[in-house]
């Protein structure tokens, strides 16, 4: 399957962005209520903070280079989010703009080099692997996803459904899990049949680029 864009450019960057702080301040509410069955009950309520502060600083934001863009994205969350949130889904940004430093597009192999840098951030930053019942469950089937979508030679849009769509099963999957990691893990045998509000929110990143890469 192959679909017509071959690149990913600053304009979908931003407009990425939008979409997934969209989707944070629609589903507030399930996150809250997510973690507050397993952790501390503001995930959603730190996300939406912290993206209403992504947004503010990319206003401001000049010229196309997607690295020093994802790099502000990850300074703005590590600033502004609480709790395990910020330092990860911050490490995620800047591990990824660190990967995409002075490009203006991305093809994707790009975006999929550029997912992996970010996914071994977060798994060097917060020590999770899959199956602990994190966001890495979601993290890591939508790279291998991504890798694989690449090897068939899809585009970046239709590269980045099939991630998400990987996403969406890793976050199913964290529900029967035993939470190995983070503040779920306190709770032991109690955490299972919940599923991870991190690998929820993860789903959501995901999405929301595969339906900016289409649209652009």
Known sequence: MTDGSTTIDHAAILDWMR??????????????????????????TNLNRGMKKVLEKLDGTEGDDIGATLKAVGMALVSSVGGAAGPLYGTLFLQM??????????????????????VKGVQARGK?????????????????????AQAEGDGPAAA??????????????TIPLEARRGRASYL????????????????????????????N
């Not at 703009?97 to 203006?104: K, L, N, P, Q, V």
């Open 97 to 118: 703009g660190t990967a995409t430093a002075g490009r203006s597009t991305l093809d994707t192999a790009g975006w999929a080099d550029a997912l992996e840098a970010g």
């Open 160 to 173: 980045a459904s099939r991630s998400a769509d990987a996403a969406q099963e890793g976050m199913t999957a």
């Open 19 to 44: 979409r997934f702080a969209a989707e944070v301040e629609e589903h507030r509410e399930e996150l809250v209520r997510l973690d507050t069955a397993i952790g501390d009950g503001d995930h959603g």
């Open 188 to 215: 032991g045998p109690r955490s299972v049949g919940h599923q991870d509000p991190g690998a929820t929110s993860t789903h959501l990143l995901l999405r929301s680029a595969a339906e900016a890469f289409a649209s």
């Open 128 to 148: 999770a692997e899959a199956g602990d019942k994190t966001m890495i469950d979601a993290l890591l089937p939508a790279l291998e996803a991504l890798r694989t």
